[in-house]
């Protein structure tokens, strides 16, 4: 699938299931809460943090796919196509940081 298709995907559903968007404030803290819920899990598998017996079942995957759920709701709702962020996103990154982390001792 392909983030356009994503972000049809998303507004299909939401239109059909969901009846309407959540409004824009609502849906950034909706944001936030999947994030940590994310975040949660990270620092259990990743972390120090040892799980707790409700966390053991956890889907790492159904969690990311829950944020970049909520971040489409988002963008579709204010009007950005994905795609062309992203593209405009890459172009940024590869003029700013074009010799930053190869030149960076840390990362080698």
Same mark, same amino acid.
């Given at each position: 699938?392909?983030?356009?298709?994503?972000?049809?995907?998303? !507004?299909?559903?939401?239109?059909?299931?969901?009846?309407?968007? @959540?409004?824009? *404030?609502? +849906?950034?803290?909706? *944001?936030?809460?999947?994030?940590?819920?994310? %975040?949660?899990?990270?620092?259990?598998?990743?972390?120090?943090?040892?799980? #707790?017996?409700? !966390?053991? +079942?956890? !889907?790492?995957?159904?969690?990311? %796919?829950?944020? =970049?759920?909520? *971040?489409?709701?988002?963008? +579709?709702?204010?009007?950005?196509? *994905?795609?062309?962020?992203?593209?405009? /996103? @890459?172009? #940024?990154? /590869? =003029?700013?940081? @074009? !010799?930053?982390?190869? /030149? +960076?001792? #840390? =990362?080698?």
């Amino acid at each position: 699938m392909t983030i356009k298709e994503a972000q049809s995907a998303v !507004d299909h559903w939401i239109k059909t299931v969901g009846v309407r968007y @959540f409004s824009e *404030l609502t +849906n950034m803290t909706i *944001l936030m809460e999947e994030v940590g819920e994310l %975040a949660r899990i990270m620092a259990r598998k990743y972390g120090e943090q040892s799980f #707790k017996e409700s !966390d053991k +079942n956890q !889907d790492l995957g159904d969690e990311m %796919a829950d944020v =970049l759920w909520v *971040l489409i709701c988002l963008a +579709n709702q204010t009007g950005i196509d *994905l795609t062309e962020a992203m593209k405009k /996103n @890459f172009e #940024k990154k /590869n =003029l700013r940081d @074009f !010799d930053r982390h190869r /030149n +960076n001792e #840390k =990362l080698f």
